[in-house]
């Protein structure tokens, strides 16, 4: 049997894989990717906001922030580097965002939230932050509720992470990415060779980064990644031609509502963390993510659903990325959550320029992300 070589092979074809792959091909590495195309892909089914700012508790810590906000600004330059009509292909567009309260108790989240984005010292990269109404909102989204109140922030940006994926998986395959469809298998040797169907694969390093099937695919090497499936289910709406270039909405209380061009809105999204996940629509979840969404926009009810997608976000113990080697010459890229559009292009690149070491000094270290840290090992062989 003959084995083909190359300098990376990537296993998985989402965000952050595309992302690597296209970006070795760039640096002129023999490149292979490795596509199973299982239904639940984290990828196809994501939302597409990419955001410097999370509403959950550490969200707002400076190494976090620092992370989130250089693979925000990586979309700039990437859109670039991917040539003229990029950010059509991938409907990329910087919108901006409103966090929104819905009640109360989250009326305080919102002035705790907006107290500490005051005092963050973002230099020239701060965004514009106002307070908002829903009232203000209506012109570009009729369906809300006049009486909410948010903070606005305008750095926010919303992408088609399946289109962008594509169009990196593109770019490489025009470069000389060779493409390989099917469930690979990896075989522990001198050397870790990647097995599809009757081809057999051989790369200086094996990049990993196929979410919530990693851990079975690494399972022959030896090597426990602790990847807990956090199942979503997501709708698709028709949209009013306000959509397309409307702010990402986002509340405390976890909906969140997004336009595209088409016009289509997206809505969701569930989380149910563990277990096995299933890419089946479930009409509880359906029901779910309607009632969510129609406490903020109660127009939407009369809007038609599109499509419904469930996905798998691939999350890790401590709620970290999942990046770097795990063996020799084998690295992961995963763990990413529902951080998987924002942050996913930045670290494939970073995971391949480290191979080569031209990764830049001016980027936040990413040794904290490492696979092997205490916090991101399965504590039943701690």
């Given at each position: ?63 976090w922030l620092d992370l989130v906000r250089s693979s925000t600004a990586e979309y700039a330059a990437l859109m670039a580097r991917l040539g003229?009509?990029a950010e059509r292909r991938a409907r990329y567009g910087v919108v901006g965002e409103v966090v929104l309260a819905t009640t109360d108790g ?277």
């Amino acid at each position: 049997m003959s084995v083909r070589t190359f300098d990376v092979v990537v296993v998985g074809a989402g965000i952050a894989g595309a992302a690597a792959a296209q970006r070795a091909v760039e640096l002129g590495l023999t490149t292979a990717v490795v596509e199973a195309g299982r239904p639940g892909r984290a990828t196809t089914a994501g939302a597409g906001i990419i955001s410097d700012y999370g509403l959950e508790d550490g969200q707002l810590h400076r190494a976090w922030l620092d992370l989130v906000r250089s693979s925000t600004a990586e979309y700039a330059a990437l859109m670039a580097r991917l040539g003229d009509g990029a950010e059509r292909r991938a409907r990329y567009g910087v919108v901006g965002e409103v966090v929104l309260a819905t009640t109360d108790g989250e009326r305080q989240e919102l002035d705790r939230f907006r107290h500490e984005l005051d005092a963050l010292p973002l230099g020239e990269g701060r965004p514009d932050v106002q307070r908002v109404t829903g009232g203000d909102l209506r012109a570009q989204w009729p369906a809300i509720r006049r009486d909410l109140e948010g903070v606005s922030i305008s750095s926010t940006a919303r992408v088609d992470g399946s289109s962008l994926a594509d169009l990196l998986l593109e770019r490489a395959r025009t470069g000389g990415a060779a493409w390989f469809q099917g469930a690979a298998r990896l075989q522990p040797g001198r050397r870790v060779t990647v097995h599809v169907g009757d081809d057999v694969l051989s790369g200086g390093t094996v990049v990993v980064a196929a979410g919530v099937w990693s851990p079975q695919l690494l399972a022959p090497l030896g090597v426990p990644l602790a990847v807990t499936p956090d199942r979503g289910q997501i709708l698709h709406l028709a949209g009013g031609p306000e959509a397309a270039d409307a702010p990402v909405l986002k509340t405390f209380g976890g909906p969140y509502l997004l336009g595209f061009p088409g016009p289509r809105i997206v809505i969701g999204a569930t989380h149910e963390v563990g277990g096995t996940p299933t890419p089946e629509v479930r009409a509880g979840d359906q029901l779910a993510v309607l009632q969510h969404a129609f406490a903020v926009a109660p127009g939407l009810a009369a809007h038609r659903i599109l499509e419904t997608r469930v996905g798998f976000r691939p999350a890790s113990p401590d709620g970290l990325p999942l990046i770097g080697p795990v063996a020799d010459g084998v690295s992961v890229l995963n763990g990413l959550g529902s951080w998987g559009l924002t942050l996913g292009p930045m670290l494939g690149r970073r995971l391949v320029d480290g191979l080569l070491d031209v990764d830049d000094a001016q980027q936040p270290d990413l040794g904290f992300l490492s696979p092997m840290r205490p916090d991101a090992v399965p504590a039943s062989i701690r």
